[in-house]
């Protein structure tokens, strides 16, 4: 077993930090605080190859494995959380499900601009009565014969109004459940798609999410992934990916607020010497930095089982919960180390604090990783 990063991940974490620090960093609590999306920092992530880290370069993408995509998740987290979701959306539930299991004329049309950065995708499962109970799906993909005919709306959309491309499950044979579900390909500009409103949320408030409706869209056949009735075993399979990028953001920003933590109490001073002399904060540190290497020794192994093309349901769903977890309780920790400072936009602890607790809820609840894992187990 050897736990030693290459040359060529040492590289990339690199390049993702410092990308971090010199794009993200400057306005991340102005985009926050006005709910802006990071437009052309989420263009130069495009640029240099971290929205399509781990599609073949034939189809314009970066050609890396899921360590890298863990390394750099963590490190744009660490500062920029609404554009780590960006990320991981595009790459793991937009780019591997249409690089995955979409035709070669789906990849060279959608996957070749999604992977280059040109444009960006949303995956939209989520419904208003649709969320841990995927199979419950309203929208509906009725079948004219070349093409579908759209109708519901969906929830919870991640790059709800930033996407050009959407991957949309829609219920075709209702009668069937789970195994009449289609995935579709649908393009932000056919008629019939309306966005909502922006979300004001507690955290990730750079990102833009959205309800989007769909009324009368005309979907193209062809638009559709794989074969009839497939589109629920794609989401999950999808998902399953997607839930390595959202344990690796819950870790970036738990780190994050780590690494604020300690420099914070190596400067503040409190009864005549730093804070990170007195029993208390050493404590809190020490398991601040205990659970954090244990959230990315779990995000690795799931990257691993996927690099080693093993099944990943499990160790995915392992590493989400755990790592959204640590997440929530390292933020909150930092946020009392730093005392009323953590309370404050300035210190961007709060932010951390805010930003984490969606990884609890999205790509599948706390709740629906421990029904993963239980069944896994008792399998
Ligand atoms: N991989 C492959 N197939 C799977 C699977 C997986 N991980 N999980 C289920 N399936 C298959 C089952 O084998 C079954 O097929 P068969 O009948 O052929 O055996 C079929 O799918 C139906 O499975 P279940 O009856 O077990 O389905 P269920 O309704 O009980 O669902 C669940 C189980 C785990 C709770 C699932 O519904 C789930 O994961 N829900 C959460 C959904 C979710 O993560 N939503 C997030 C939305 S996306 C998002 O947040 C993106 C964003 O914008 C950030």
């Given at each position: 077993m050897d736990f030693q990063l290459t040359e060529e991940h040492l590289m990339i974490q690199k390049a993702a930090r410092d990308f971090a620090v010199t794009e993200l960093l400057?306005?991340?609590?102005?985009?926050?605080?006005?709910?802006?999306?990071?437009?052309?920092?989420?263009k130069k992530l495009g640029e240099l190859g971290f929205l399509g880290m781990m599609v073949s370069p034939k189809y314009g993408g970066a050609g890396l494995d899921a360590i890298s995509y863990v390394l750099a998740m963590e490190e744009i987290s660490k500062i920029d959380a609404s554009a780590s979701v960006v990320m991981s959306v595009n790459n793991s539930l937009v780019c591997w499900g249409l690089e995955t299991f979409g035709t070669e004329e789906q990849k060279q049309k959608y996957?070749?601009?999604?992977?280059?950065?040109?444009?960006i995708g949303a995956f939209m499962l989520s419904e208003p009565e649709a969320g841990s109970d995927a199979t419950s799906q309203r929208t509906i993909a009725e079948d004219k014969g070349d093409h579908y005919l759209l109708n519901g709306t969906k929830n919870w959309i991640t790059n709800g109004n930033?996407?050009?491309?959407y991957l949309v499950m829609a219920q075709t044979h209702p009668e069937k459940g789970s195994k009449g579900?289609?995935?579709?390909?649908?393009?932000?500009?056919?008629?019939?798609?309306?966005?909502?409103?922006?979300?004001?949320?507690?955290?990730?408030?750079?990102?833009?999410?959205?309800?989007?409706m769909f009324q009368d869209v005309k979907v193209p056949k062809e638009n559709r992934i794989g074969e009839d009735g497939f589109g629920f075993k794609f989401a999950m399979k999808t998902l399953a990916g997607g839930r390595i990028g959202i344990a690796?953001?819950?870790?970036?920003?738990?780190?994050?607020?780590?690494?604020?933590?300690?420099?914070?109490?190596?400067?503040?001073?409190?009864?005549?010497?730093?804070?990170?002399?007195?029993?208390?904060?050493?404590?809190?540190?020490?398991?601040?930095?205990?659970?954090?290497?244990?959230?990315?020794?779990?995000?690795?192994?799931?990257?691993?089982?996927?690099?080693?093309?093993q099944d990943y349901t499990l160790s995915?769903?392992?590493?989400?919960?755990?790592?959204?977890?640590?997440?929530?309780?390292?933020?909150?920790?930092?946020?009392?180390?730093h005392g009323g400072y953590g309370y404050v936009k300035e210190y961007?602890?709060?932010?951390?604090?805010?930003?984490?607790?969606?990884?609890?809820?999205?790509?599948?609840?706390?709740?629906?990783?421990?029904?993963?894992?239980?069944r896994s187990i008792l399998s």
């Open positions: 400057p306005g991340v609590i102005e985009r926050d605080e006005h709910q802006k999306f990071p437009t052309e920092q989420i996957l070749v601009p999604l992977a280059s950065g040109q444009i930033s996407a050009s491309v579900i289609n995935a579709l390909i649908v393009e932000k500009e056919m008629p019939g798609i309306t966005i909502g409103a922006k979300e004001n949320k507690l955290g990730i408030r750079g990102s833009d999410t959205h309800s989007v690796s953001q819950a870790l970036g920003i738990a780190s994050g607020a780590y690494e604020l933590a300690l420099k914070y109490s190596k400067e503040r001073k409190a009864f005549g010497k730093e804070i990170a002399q007195h029993q208390a904060i050493q404590f809190k540190l020490a398991d601040m930095a205990t659970r954090i290497e244990g959230a990315r020794l779990l995000c690795l192994k799931a990257a691993w089982d996927k690099d080693q093309h995915s769903s392992m590493a989400k919960v755990f790592a959204s977890e640590t997440a929530m309780w390292v933020t909150t920790e930092a946020v009392q180390v961007h602890v709060e932010r951390l604090m805010r930003d984490a607790k969606i990884t609890q809820i999205y790509e599948g609840t706390s709740e629906v990783q421990r029904i993963v894992i239980s």
